[in-house]
């Protein structure tokens, strides 16, 4: 079975600071890491995920992620938000047998201004 | 287009109605999934249709009951639901229930209110 642990609920940033939003997973086998982004009262978009190749993936927006094998993490990052970047944000793993991601409990990122 | 659309946007209804959640997707993929999701809480699964079959139940109750008439739609048929049914019903879907690797698509969600 595999897990995901989002240590933060909530994280509270000034708008043009850096943010990290940490992740972990345990699994004992090869997995695929997802961060998804769910903005007030919408669904879950996909901000990015690793399958496989290079550790560090980013996505169109600013945001990027480093697949860290040895720590089992997936952190999210950074470098300077903006007050449009509040939102809840949940890591998911998925493979290894298990077709269906599994979700962290959500880490809801508050900027201000 | 990558859009999952789902209707009603939000659905008041008592505990001895029969409404319908519907969803509806044309980028061709083969698997769709409900989830409900409560305020500030993960998505919980419900059902998985692969290929327009049934093939996760996760032990959800009767009230609630999925119906996938064509690869593109996909529906939740509620009767007699309880107030703490109220929850963001989510629709999702991926191009196969494959290996893991498929991203998700969900749509915007249908706010339910139970009275």
Redesign the interface.
């Known amino acids: 079975a595999q897990s995901v642990t989002q240590l933060d609920s909530q994280v509270p940033v000034f708008e043009e600071a850096p943010v990290e939003l940490r992740c972990n997973y345990s699994s004992s086998v090869s997995?695929?890491l997802?961060w998804?982004v769910q903005y007030p009262?919408?669904?879950?978009?996909?901000l990015l995920?690793y399958?496989s190749g290079s550790t560090l993936v980013e996505s169109i927006n600013g945001f990027e992620a480093e697949f860290n094998k040895s720590q089992t993490s997936f952190h999210l990052r950074k470098p300077s938000v903006h007050i449009s970047d509040t939102a809840?944000y949940?890591c998911a793993v998925?493979?290894?047998g298990?077709?269906?991601?599994t979700?962290?409990?959500?880490t809801?990122l508050i900027v201000h201004p | 287009d990558t859009e999952v659309t789902q209707t009603p946007k939000h659905l008041v209804m008592g505990m001895t109605n029969k409404k319908s959640l519907k969803c509806e997707q044309h980028m061709g993929h083969r698997a769709m999934y409900w989830y409900k999701q409560k305020a500030k809480k993960p998505p919980e699964l419900m059902f998985v249709y692969s290929y327009e079959k049934l093939s996760i139940n996760e032990s959800v109750p009767s009230r609630f009951s999925p119906e996938c008439p064509n690869s593109s739609l996909l529906n939740l048929h509620l009767h007699a639901l309880q107030p703490e049914d109220s929850a963001l019903y989510l629709c999702a879907s991926s191009r196969t229930q494959g290996a893991g690797q498929d991203t998700q698509y969900f749509g915007p969600g249908t706010r339910l209110t139970v009275l």
């Open positions: 997995v695929y997802f998804y009262n919408q669904g879950l978009q996909l995920k399958l809840e949940f998925s493979g290894g298990s077709y269906i991601p979700f962290g409990r959500g809801s």
